[in-house]
């Protein structure tokens, strides 16, 4: 985490005084650490079982004095809570540190970043779903669990665009897009926006529900290996 957050600086630090564009570089750091930080809390979090993953370590791993829950719950509040607190103070600290050098360089106030509580939500909502997932593959394959987790996942995203598709085509026409309306089976729906903001809140609630059955069954297959 740490070198990929120096390698971020460096790059920030190179648009800011090659570009002398201060504003660049701060909206340059922010996407660029939000990505890294996910990515490798999809590697940190697929790696929190792997002990159970080698050979010469399942052993020691599986005579540690400690329940089943117990070790679950240690891996979920490393790679989740202590990940994402560690992971806000760090995106926090490095777009402070760039808009001081800007500041120092071109006079522009220095500041932390600003996240409305409804965009935190939804990025609390992403990173909770993304970790279960890849928690999950953490405890069920036992080699190159990130791997296989993201394979298994681009599979799910062909079957489930392909599935949508049909559907979409069969049973959803769109008659005008310019005057927002839909037909469905041959009944109009004119109120597209109010259709469209339930189906995002429908999305959500199914997706955080997966996200729980997911940890839910995680902790089912560390019980089972462990057994």
Known sequence: MIASVGINLAISMLILFAGSNP??????????????????GMVFTSLAFKELQ????????LTLPASN??????????????????????????YLFISLLA???????PALVSIPWNELGIIFMVLFIVHSVFFLGGVWFK????????????????VHNFWVFIWARLLMPISDLSE????????????????????????????ILISIMCLITAYFKLKEREG
């Open 23 to 40: 504003e660049a570089a701060l909206q340059s750091l922010k996407t660029s650490l939000f990505i890294t930080f996910l990515i490798t």
């Open 54 to 61: 080698e050979p010469t370590t399942s052993v020691s791993f």
């Open 69 to 94: 829950f117990e070790k679950y719950l240690t891996g979920w509040l490393f790679t989740f809570p202590s990940y994402s607190i560690v992971s806000y103070i760090l995106y926090q600290m490095s």
């Open 103 to 109: 500041f120092a360089a071109y006079g522009t106030s």
């Open 143 to 158: 080699k190159m669990a990130f791997f296989k987790t993201l394979l298994v996942l681009f599979v799910i995203s062909m």
């Open 180 to 207: 927002k309306e839909f037909v469905i089976s041959g009944v109009p729906i004119s109120n597209a926006d109010e259709l469209s903001h339930t189906a995002i809140w429908v999305l959500k609630s199914f997706l």
